[in-house]
């Protein structure tokens, strides 16, 4: 087939190309970042790459938990409701990887977003699933705020450097995805 | 920024979303052109969709070969409805090596139908854009300019916003219509192709300069050096098929 190329020339086309490479060239070094420009994982946000936000919560049993003292070890956030199926139905998961990798440093904590829930619900919830993690009471709405909860369950992987890397909105999860996240986590550990 | 969308108990990923819908209408434009370039009618669909499953099971496989021991103690994971368990760069060279594999076998001509496909990759990037957009994900540096948007705790460049209408601008340029001014660069056959990837490349090269994140290699933008690399290299493809005609004929 023939085609009116005759204002393009391969001499045109080929001298058109190195202009274009040149300039794109000179647009990449002329345009790098600034030294530091670059933002590394030093904001706090509920998202994957920056610092998880940092919460003081009571446990079902009156102990008093904050994240940042578990800086150092991989920890998993779970926001969950006892009315919530998915919720409910990802729960046995999260009690077997727990049962596997407490002793390996891995931290899961239940979060009950106890405004959306009751408290009394939560804690027959976690008898009648015999939940050995620790659940945490989020009962004035801090977290749910600040990790800016749009669907439960929501689960954050978040690494000993306290930066998320994953975020699963929705459930229930499925357990090797939890499995190999918590891998990935105590791989990053130097 | 909308990750999700909430419909009573159903949660709706709006990024996934967006792509199901770029894809279902870039689809629809990639068998549309086919036709067009005289591939019978249902060949693209079906190169594409087996493309897209091929790349869906190859995407799993390899999350499985990443982490077997965790498939290990609950195989039923594996047909997990998870877009997390999928291994992207397994994914495109499973879709890429069925594609070869099927244009092979059904003797399908190979630069008309990658022409063709075009038309699903560009309107992909442009979904890709807007799925950016409501993730707040590929975010820009912090810019005092009026355009700028308030994300993640500063005023940033749109960068989703740069990323889907320099995507739209490509797809525009390659749309193939008879009095589109670009027409005799892309109506060889093949040409379509290469001057994507060349168009994107720029676009990318334009678009990363404004992100937030990313890796540096000798102080400039190691994305920036691959979209580089692939415009000098399909900038030679695109020559070689816009005048493969004069030097088959300068050979006669």
Wanted: net charge neutral; with cysteine.
């Amino acid at each position: 087939m023939n085609y009116n190329t005759s204002m393009l020339t391969p001499r045109t086309f080929s001298a058109l190309s190195l202009v274009l490479l040149g300039l794109s060239a000179a647009w990449i070094i002329f345009t790098r970042p600034a030294p530091g420009a670059l933002e590394g994982p030093t904001l706090t946000l509920a998202r994957p790459g920056f610092q998880a936000p940092d919460f003081e919560l009571q446990t079902l049993t009156g102990e008093t938990v904050t994240l940042a003292s578990l800086r150092g070890k991989p920890v998993i956030i779970n926001l969950w409701a006892s009315w919530c199926p998915p919720c409910q139905a990802e729960m046995p998961a999260f009690q077997h990887v727990y049962e596997d990798y407490h002793d390996k440093g891995v931290v899961i904590l239940a979060i009950n977003l106890t405004l959306q829930d009751r408290e009394e619900d939560a804690r027959q919830f976690v008898l009648k699933n015999h939940l050995s993690f620790p659940v945490l009471l989020d009962s004035d709405g801090d977290v749910e705020r600040q990790y800016s909860t749009h669907a439960l369950p929501t689960t954050y992987f978040v690494s000993a450097d306290g930066i998320i890397r994953e975020r699963v909105i929705g459930g229930p999860i499925a357990e090797a995805l939890l499995r190999a996240q918590i891998e990935r986590l105590l791989h990053e550990i130097p | 920024m909308f990750p999700v969308i909430q419909l009573g108990p159903l949660v709706i990923q709006t990024p996934g979303l967006v792509l199901l819908l770029g894809f279902w209408a870039g689809m629809e434009f990639a068998e549309r052109h086919a036709v067009q370039r005289n591939i019978p009618e249902g060949k693209a669909y079906n190169l594409i969709w087996v493309s897209l499953i091929a790349g869906l099971l190859g995407a799993r496989l390899g999350y499985i070969a990443q982490y077997p021991a965790a498939f290990v103690s609950s195989p039923l994971s594996i047909l997990a409805l998870s877009p997390q368990m999928l291994s992207i760069p397994s994914g495109l060279l499973a879709a890429f090596l069925t594609a070869l594999v099927i244009i092979q076998r059904k003797e399908l001509p190979v630069w008309p139908t990658l022409d063709s496909l075009v038309s699903l990759l560009a309107t992909m990037a442009v979904a890709l854009g807007l799925a950016h957009l409501a993730s707040g994900d590929a975010y820009g540096l912090p810019t005092a300019l009026p355009w700028g948007i308030e994300l993640w705790g500063n005023h940033r460049h749109p960068t989703q916003l740069y990323e889907t209408i320099l995507a739209l601008l490509v797809l525009v340029v390659l749309w193939p219509a008879r009095k589109n001014p670009c027409s005799e660069w892309i109506q060889p056959e093949g040409t379509r192709f290469w001057a994507f990837l060349a168009l994107s490349a720029v676009s990318w090269i334009i678009a990363e300069t404004f992100r937030a994140e990313g890796a540096l290699l000798f102080g400039v933008r190691q994305s920036q050096i691959a979209a580089w690399l692939i415009l000098g290299f399909s900038l030679w493809g695109w020559r070689k098929r816009l005048f493969s005609d004069r030097t088959e004929q300068k050979s006669l």
